[in-house]
């Protein structure tokens, strides 16, 4: 008993170990390993109070910096007769609009989901790419890195992730009801249809609870959603940072290069996927549950 | 919830996350997106206007066309009417005044000559009147000397006569 625990506590040193050859440890980090460290998390900056700024966080805020500016200089261009500026933003916002039609078929729905989920898209897409420029990860400040993708960290895509699943329940109960949303994870109409149903059709006795289960599947599904939604995209950006800096830590100069386009496109397929995942589970939770 | 220090997991970090969402949310909505689909909404109702109008200017127009032919067409015909009737009228009337004339022309030549002939009769009353006084005259000069009276008389008598 006392060596199986033993030798099970090795092992778990062991695999800390292993972790730690990752650069898991913020303390000996320094002396194991120079610049080129990729932790699993985002490294503290600097702190404001008890908050802790991290240099994923930081990144993020000159995101949203970007983002503002961007957006002011969209709202005082705006003119009846589009610029070539205008133009191009116009035709990706109408592009948009169009692919959410696919998944909703309903123009309406569409405009009413839209400003969630292209700032979604944006967000993220800006957040994927200001990983990549070649300052990000290499300026180094107190021994870590200044900037990290901010996305490269497990908290911004769990928030997104939490956001974007909680928002769709929200939507589902705005536009179902309250009571019908209800009922598709505690399905009470079930039961209480049977006593009405039973002498007309025997068979409700074996489905409806049947459908009252797989109400409780549903709620582990919502919880699957947050889950997938975030691990997704962390492990895509982290595995993509990762993998920048070991090819430039192999052969520095050219060879990254067609790596950092691969970056580049999966930047925008990975906002795109959370985009339009969210955008499918907006849909799936504003349809009303047929039985 | 070892995964969570794994991760880094924080929640202070997840709700300043997800306040950075909610600023790009409002920043990118308010100043951006919905300007910018309210303008390209108005335009496309321009558009659309400006299109329709132009339908219904293309249709009027068409019409004003076909009108104006029609009208043309009417004026043409009506003109070559009128200019029939004003050349058969003119033929009448020409033919008229032709006739009118010729008998005019007719009159006028019956008139002087019956006034010609008056006064010939008249001129030829009247120089026998004079050819007589001047034979008188004549003959009284001639015979003034020589000639007795019956004779003088008697050969007048003759004269006259053969005069008349």
Known sequence: METKSNSHSQSESASSEEVLLLGQDTHQEHSAHEEHAHTLYAEPVFNIGNFTVTNSLLTSWLAVFLIIILSLIIRFKIKKIPSVFQSVVEMIIDGALNMMDLVTNDRQKSRRIFPVIFCIFIFILFNNWLGLLPGVGSISFDGHSLFRGGTADLNTTLALGLFSVIAANIFGVIVVGGWNYFNKFINLKAILAIPAKVTKDPTVLFINPIHFFVGFIEIVSEVAKIASLSFRLFGNVFAGEVLLASISALIAFGVPLPFIFLEIIIGVIQALIFAVLTLVYFTIASTAHEH | ?164
């Open chain 2, 1 to 164: 919830m070892e995964i969570l220090n794994l991760f880094g997991i924080d929640w202070k970090l997840m709700i300043a996350q997800l306040i950075n969402f909610a600023i790009v949310i409002i920043v990118l909505w308010f100043f951006a997106l919905k300007p910018l689909t309210k303008k390209m909404q108005e335009r496309n109702n321009e558009i659309a206007k400006g299109l329709s109008d132009a339908q219904t200017a293309t249709e009027r127009l068409d019409q004003v066309e076909k009108e104006i032919k029609e009208q043309l067409q009417q004026t043409k015909t009506e003109a070559a009417d009128i200019l029939t009737t004003a050349k058969k009228n003119s033929e009448v009337s020409r033919k008229a005044e032709i006739e009118k004339t010729k008998q005019e022309v007719a009159n006028i030549i019956i008139k002087a000559k019956e006034q010609i002939a008056s006064e010939k009769t008249v001129m030829v009353s009247e120089v026998k009147k004079d050819v007589v006084e001047i034979i008188v005259a004549a003959l009284q000069k001639i015979l003034a000397k020589g000639l007795s009276k019956d004779i003088d008389q008697k050969y007048i008598d003759q004269v006259l006569k053969d005069i008349k």
